[in-house]
């Protein structure tokens, strides 16, 4: 097998491996730790039958009877070592290309307004939420959660529920007092208040207090049935928090 292709196969799947490295280690400790706790005893019962009492000598005749022990036990110490510095390498990375993303993403929008004007910008944000609600019609087998009479879709994560345009800047200014307090509020407390059911990426998403405060960005939409529909959104979304996820 060509070289290259071994380094690129051990580095694409070094997680994996490493994982089974360090679960095979503490079975292997165990095992070994109990072995060689036996060769020991032996060791002291022959020096006990020879008469030896000097705490060196037998310290210099049990000790490398727990050299496997100690092999197999470093082995395990440093696989689980180097998977935890990869992944952070990794998690880093990722990091960074999301604020880069991001960044991009924020900087294409701005020249858009610049370019083409607010009222253009805004027609332009006016398809986009109708694309969407045509691609994710509401049934009637959909069941609504929430209180309130006004029926709105959750941009981020494509969800119906029913809400009042009040209560949702309520919960948001409550969400902002509780993140100058404590530095930040994730996505999922959002949802929690307004009765909808956390989403996979709710917990490791949301804003932090340095970056300003939630702010939310109504629009009235008419879904496929011609219902109208608040459209729920914000004006800086959330973002990644990868030291909360890890």
């Known amino acids: 097998m060509n070289l290259q292709k071994v ?3 051990f580095k694409k799947n070094s997680n994996t491996i490493l994982t089974g490295v360090a679960c095979a280690g503490v079975l292997g400790t165990a095992y070994f730790a109990a072995t ?4 020991a005893q032996e060791q002291i019962r022959q020096m006990d039958v020879e008469g030896i009492d000097d705490k060196k000598e037998r310290l ?9 022990t100690a092999l197999i036990t470093a082995t395990t110490i440093s696989a689980i070592v180097c998977n935890h510095n990869i992944n952070s390498e990794r998690v880093a990375a990722y990091s960074s290309a999301y604020a880069l993303a991001q960044s991009a993403a924020r900087q294409y929008k701005d020249k858009v307004l610049e370019v083409v004007g607010e009222k253009k910008a805004k027609e332009i944000d006016q398809k986009v939420d109708e694309e969407k609600l045509r691609q994710h019609p509401k049934s009637n087998e959909v069941t609504l959660v929430g209180n309130g009479t006004v029926l709105c879709f959750d941009n981020l994560t494509s969800r119906y529920f029913k809400s009042e345009p009040e209560y949702l800047r309520k919960t948001v200014n409550d969400m902002n007092f509780e993140m100058m307090a404590n530095d930040w509020v994730s996505l999922n407390e959002f949802y929690d208040r307004i009765g909808l059911e956390p989403a996979n990426i709710g917990e490791y998403m949301g804003w932090h207090v340095l970056n300003g405060q939630i702010e939310l960005k109504f629009s009235s939409r008419l879904t496929e049935n011609n219902e109208p529909c608040l459209v729920i959104d914000f004006y800086r979304p ?9």
Do not use: G, M
């Open 36 to 39: 060689d706790a036996i060769e």
């Open 238 to 246: 959330p973002t990644a928090d990868t030291t909360r996820a890890y």
């Open 7 to 9: 380094q690129n196969f």
């Open 60 to 68: 210099r005749r049990i000790l490398p009877c727990y050299i496997p």
